[in-house]
């Protein structure tokens, strides 16, 4: 199993371009996440998803969409990029819950600079 | 809304030294709480988590974390500290048991280990 994959790895992004962040995991977990890690801070959840066509916002999703068409694909789109939106973004997926506190398990991360 | 508060960003210890990185949080309901570890360059790991149940909590790489109630609090303690515990490790809680499990972060603390 690969896990969680991220892809671009880096990117740089002018004010106002778009780009989409891929995510994908094969693991046939049913929930996906999209965080958000600034310098000196936690991770924040941008948006979530409890399976294919199922999405709802985080605690910081505006600037940013999601769709969940497949259960491996979570792709996240930024329309119109701003300096604020520079940050590390982190994929990641688990199982449901099913009585217990279920490991999120994370991708290696998309580095990404808005200039 | 749960948060969680990580006392110090930054720690250094001798190798072979005593481990111990604070974490406190809030929540209104018996939370889910986890540590997380994030080496250079890469996505966060799972170390331990507390559900239900014992309040010591044993993890990987001989980490342990324990459950304080009366003092909300989760600290992960290592007895004696290795060059490749070095890491930045990160304390979350989580907000809600049905659905989606959202983590919320502490903004993680930087462990050194000093030869």
């Known amino acids: 199993n690969a896990g969680v994959t991220q892809t671009p790895k880096f990117r740089i992004l002018k004010i106002g371009q778009s780009m989409t962040l891929q995510c994908t995991q094969d693991m046939n977990h049913n929930y996906m996440y999209w965080y958000r890690q600034d310098p000196g801070m936690g991770l924040k959840l941008i948006y979530y998803s409890v399976g294919a066509g199922i999405t709802d916002k985080g605690e910081v999703p505006n600037g940013y969409n999601v769709s969940r068409s497949t259960t491996e694909d979570f792709p996240l789109r930024l329309e119109l990029a701003a300096p604020s939106q520079t940050s590390v973004y982190f994929c990641a997926s688990s199982l449901p819950l099913s009585g217990g506190a279920n490991e999120q398990f994370f991708g290696p991360g998309t580095r990404l600079t808005v200039l | 809304a749960q948060s969680v508060t990580q006392l110090g960003s930054h720690v250094s210890v001798s190798e072979g030294a005593l481990v111990l990185l604070r974490c406190n949080y809030s929540s209104s309901v018996p939370p889910y709480l986890f540590w997380y570890v994030q080496y250079p360059n890469q996505g966060l790991q799972l170390l331990l988590k507390?559900?239900?149940?014992?309040?010591l909590v044993k993890g990987i790489n001989g980490f342990e974390a324990e459950f304080k109630k009366s003092e909300t609090s989760f600290h992960l303690t290592k007895p004696s500290a290795h060059m490749s515990d070095a890491a930045e490790y990160f304390c979350a809680v989580s907000e809600g048991f049905q659905g989606a499990q959202k983590l919320v972060f502490g903004q993680g603390t930087r462990l050194t280990i000093n030869p």
């Open positions: 507390y559900t239900t149940g014992a309040t």
